[in-house]
């Protein structure tokens, strides 16, 4: 094979080198997680975990209530199951923001007429995620909250 380029008296141009942003600074935030089925609770704490969030993971209110007593720095986000046994998300979310008013909440539930209780927004202002979700949603849920 043979390529024919026509000549040219122009000089050769210096590749363009790609710019290069200097790194944004990294604000890490820490999610409260409480969820009562292990599975389920691994699975959003790795998802969490891989886009930088410090995830806290709980199994129930009791549980999550005990981890943000222990814990010294922001929680800056509550993501609680609406049912769980022991109690509910919704209790959980009424005590943890007395102490904690600077936490948002996201509610999750894989009980659809749960969830419609809450949509669009939970009281206050809280967002609910319909269980199953995609890792992609749940992100973008959680950016939306934190920004």
């Known amino acids: 094979m043979s390529v024919y380029l026509p000549p040219t008296a122009a ?3 210096e590749p363009e080198l790609p710019r290069v942003r200097p790194p944004m600074a990294v604000t890490r935030k820490t999610i409260l997680l409480a969820e009562d089925e292990h599975d389920v ?3 959003i704490q790795e ?6 969030y410090d995830v806290l993971a709980a199994r129930n209110p009791a549980d999550a209530l005990a981890r943000a007593s222990a814990f010294r720095g ?3 986000l509550l993501i609680t199951d609406v049912v769980m046994p ?3 998300g919704r209790d959980l979310a009424r005590h943890l923001t007395a ?7 996201l509610y999750i539930s894989g009980y659809p007429d749960q969830g419609r209780q809450l949509e669009p927004a939970g009281e ?5 995620l319909l269980k199953p ?4 949603v749940l992100r973008q849920r959680v950016r939306e909250l934190l920004t």
């Open 124 to 128: 206050d202002g809280e967002a609910v």
């Open 99 to 105: 102490s904690r008013p600077e936490t948002k909440v």
């Open 133 to 136: 979700f995609t890792r992609d």
């Open 11 to 13: 000089p050769p141009r």
């Open 74 to 76: 922001t929680i800056d």
């Open 86 to 88: 022991g109690g509910n």
């Open 41 to 43: 609770r691994d699975l």
């Open 47 to 52: 998802m969490l975990g891989a886009h930088g």
